[in-house]
């Protein structure tokens, strides 16, 4: 049975005065009947894994070697230094901005299994590809791709169209993807992809979490903007628990 997983993405956003926001939602967490996990910017990592309370903290990204003359990157190994059990891995933000490829996506989900951290593999096509009807090749041919050979991690599909613009897909589009990425595990990994928890993300907030958690398949959400803030965050893991 997949994990109900809250996961909140900070992206370049706080300050150590945040650390007050994380420390609420650690509290609150301890009696949210879901897996909570947050992914503040690299320089809060140690201090918010280091607060009180349930609350898993990740990182945002990882290089791919464990060490080495690459000035400005962060690997897998010091993630866990400072803590973190997770991180997000081929965020749309990394795979344009930054050019990853599916094979380097790949790399990076191994060398943080290797580091004992759980990759957050995330998924997405363009306005473009969805308008052409490629959503389902799309994603999938990312899924294929950027997969380790290892059943440990956690699958994020985030529509590129979707993310901090407030447009969200219909229920029947999600479930056409979601239901496309679990056949897709299940055929990787028999039984074992039946088990990988398979997060929603873009434009989730309080308002609709409840209607996307109640889609079959969705196991949870990546949240953006929504997770800055306690008072946000934590209805969506409410509506999480309560699913």
């Known amino acids: 049975m ?3 997983i809250a996961a909140g993405n900070w992206k370049m956003n706080g300050t150590r005065a945040s650390l007050s926001e994380i420390q609420a939602i650690a509290e609150a967490a301890q009696n949210i009947h879901c897996t909570a996990i947050l992914c503040p910017p690299a320089h809060l990592l140690y201090s ?3 607060l009180p309370g349930r609350l898993a903290i990740g990182g945002q990204n990882c290089h791919h ?3 080495g003359a690459f000035t400005g990157d962060i690997s897998a190994a010091q993630l866990a230094d400072c803590g973190a059990s997770h991180v997000i891995i081929g965020h749309s933000e990394r795979r344009e901005g930054y050019g990853e490829s599916d094979s380097l996506v790949r790399t990076k989900a191994q060398a943080a299994l290797d580091s004992g951290l759980t ?3 995330c998924l997405g096509e363009s306005q473009d590809q969805r308008t052409a009807g490629r959503a ?3 994603v999938l041919t990312q899924l294929t791709g950027s997969l380790p050979d290892d059943a440990r991690v956690i699958i994020a599909y985030e529509p590129i169209w979707a993310i901090g613009t407030g447009l969200v897909p219909t229920v029947a589009e999600i479930t056409e993807v979601h239901d496309a990425l679990r056949a897709q595990l299940h055929a990787i990994f028999g039984a074992a992809g039946l088990d990988i928890s398979i997060l929603y993300g873009g434009s989730v907030k309080p308002s609709n979490a409840q ?3 109640a889609i079959p398949h969705v196991n949870g959400a990546l949240v953006g903007g929504a997770s800055l803030k ?3 965050f ?3 893991m409410r509506s999480l628990a309560e699913s």
């Open 65 to 67: 070697a464990p060490s």
């Open 48 to 50: 918010a894994a280091n």
């Open 119 to 121: 990759p957050i593999i």
């Open 136 to 138: 389902i090749e799309v």
């Open 211 to 213: 209607e996307i958690f």
């Open 2 to 4: 997949p994990q109900k």
């Open 230 to 232: 306690a008072e946000d």
């Open 234 to 236: 934590l209805p969506i």
